[in-house]
């Protein structure tokens, strides 16, 4: 079993729809909760950070973290046809960044 | 205002030759990885290094070598590429406290697309 788990999709949406995507991870020790969001043939970019539990909103995108369930998500009001990427959530127990470990990352079609 | 550089961004090799992927970063960043992306993979970490002249395995570190002689550049090397190892590299840096939340956010570059015949 991975230690973090990502539906790969694709998950295809109309515009203006919500998109919810999630992860689900088994250690208990990740405490830094991220989400990458990656456009083709690009690297990726970080979208949106959480430390430890609780909700963190940035305009139109929502992380959620659920550290009792073990359970991340990441939800997409108004979505917009530029959200079309694929979505890589990581975490991490500390800031070193070699210990950051990813999902397999969920493609997402806005279609106009 | 350049971030992370890939070069080169695309090559192919036959099964047996060696070559060189090199990443620049511009940052001072202190930290400095290696990964390789795979449909369905996810990124796995090659190698890493926390500081010039330093290195360390990641996951997946078997038929790749790396070094840092320089603190913002991070070469990783094939010594005899074997068709598994076609694949999208991705060099990214971080620093401990570094992006808007302390987070140690990783910085990628473009990726390396790598086809190995």
């Known amino acids: 079993q991975k230690e973090v788990e990502q539906d790969p999709g694709p998950l295809s949406v109309p515009e203006g729809a919500i998109v919810s995507l999630n992860c689900t991870y088994s250690?208990?020790?990740?405490?830094?909760f991220m989400w990458y969001r990656q456009y083709s043939r690009k690297g990726p970019e970080l979208l949106m950070y959480?430390?430890?539990?609780g909700n963190k909103e940035d305009g139109r995108f929502t992380a959620q973290v659920d550290k009792s369930s073990k359970y991340i998500s990441l939800f997409i009001r108004d979505s917009q046809p530029s959200d079309s990427a694929t979505y890589l959530c990581?975490?991490?127990?500390?800031?070193?960044?070699?210990?950051?470990?990813f999902g397999a990352g969920t493609r997402l079609f806005v279609k106009a | 205002n350049a971030g992370v550089t890939q070069t080169p961004k695309f090559r192919v090799l036959k099964t047996g030759q060696s070559m060189t992927l090199l990443c620049a970063q511009d940052?001072?960043?202190?930290?400095m990885y290696w990964y390789r992306q795979d449909p369905g993979m996810g990124l796995r970490l090659i190698h890493y290094?926390?500081?010039?002249?330093?290195?360390a395995k990641g996951e997946v570190p078997d038929g790749y070598n790396v070094s840092r002689l320089k603190k913002q550049n991070f070469l990783l090397g094939l010594e005899s590429a074997a068709p598994s190892q076609t694949s999208v590299y991705f060099c990214?840096?971080?620093?401990?406290?570094?992006?808007?939340?302390?987070?140690?956010?990783?910085?990628f570059g473009e990726g390396s697309r790598l086809t190995v015949l």
């Open positions: 290094s926390v500081g010039e002249g330093t290195t």
């Open positions: 940052m001072n960043h202190e930290y």
């Open positions: 990581a975490m991490s127990p500390n800031t070193g960044g070699f210990k950051t470990i």
């Open positions: 250690n208990s020790a990740f405490q830094y």
């Open positions: 990214a840096s971080s620093s401990p406290s570094s992006g808007r939340t302390a987070t140690g956010e990783l910085f």
């Open positions: 959480t430390y430890s539990s």
